[in-house]
């Protein structure tokens, strides 16, 4: 079973509408988590931490469940911009910095 | 602004070669990583290090060593080439090994072994 688990999509979304998504992790011990951002042949790139309070950053929102071990990343008013495959990835307290990435969500906006 | 550099975009070699990948960081930053990106899999951690000359191994290591002779440098090197090599390269770097440290990638290189 893998570490970290995301639906691949693609998520296709009107321009303006709303989509969410999750990721589940399977180690208890996960202490960060985080979004990454990868556009097509392109780099990752930190989109946001995922805080326990849950936090938001403009149009994101990040929401942290430890009882079910998932965290979500909620895009509002979409954009054409939002097109990308979104990274779930996950640090445990023991992994010295090391980051476990998830296969990543791909969301397609169109107009 | 970070930059991490890394020494070829792309890269087509055969069976059998000795294959050396450099990632360069101007950050200072301690740590710095090596992946792999595969359809499907995601990004995979090959091998890592938290400081000069030293290296520990990631989730998949066989097949590859690292060098860490200065703080701004990581080569990963394949030492005898095979078609399951072939793959989207990333090089990271992150400050240190804290919680939430982000971390920085290069572009990528795609390496094809024929």
């Known amino acids: 079973r893998k570490e970290v688990e995301q639906d691949p999509g693609p998520f296709n979304v009107p321009e303006g509408a709303t989509v969410a998504f999750n990721c589940t992790y399977s180690?208890?011990?996960?202490?960060?988590f985080f979004w990454y951002r990868q556009d097509c042949r392109k780099e990752p790139k930190l989109l946001m931490s995922?805080?326990?309070s849950g936090n938001e950053d403009g149009r994101f929102t990040a929401q942290l469940n430890r009882a079910s071990q998932y965290i979500s990343l909620l895009i509002r008013d979409s954009k054409l911009s939002d097109s990308a495959t979104y990274l779930c990835?996950?640090?445990?307290?023991?992994?010295?910095?090391?980051?476990?990435f998830g296969a990543g969500t791909q969301v397609v906006v169109t107009p | 602004d970070v930059k991490v550099t890394q020494s070829s975009r792309y890269l087509v070699k055969r069976t059998g070669e000795k294959v050396f990948l450099e990632c360069v960081q101007d950050?200072?930053?301690?740590?710095m990583f090596w992946y792999r990106q595969d359809p499907g899999l995601g990004l995979r951690l090959i091998y890592f290090?938290?400081?000069?000359?030293?290296?520990e191994k990631g989730d998949i290591p066989e097949g590859y060593s690292v060098s860490r002779e200065k703080k701004e440098r990581f080569s990963l090197i394949l030492e005898s080439a095979s078609t399951n090599q072939t793959s989207m390269y990333l090089c990271?770097?992150?400050?240190?090994?804290?919680?939430?440290?982000?971390?920085?990638f290069g572009p990528g290189t795609r390496l094809t072994v024929t």
């Open positions: 990835v996950v640090m445990t307290t023991d992994s010295w910095g090391k980051l476990q």
């Open positions: 990271a770097s992150s400050p240190t090994g804290a919680l939430r440290d982000e971390q920085y």
């Open positions: 995922v805080y326990s």
């Open positions: 950050m200072d930053h301690e740590n």
């Open positions: 180690n208890s011990a996960s202490q960060s």
């Open positions: 290090s938290y400081d000069v000359k030293m290296k």
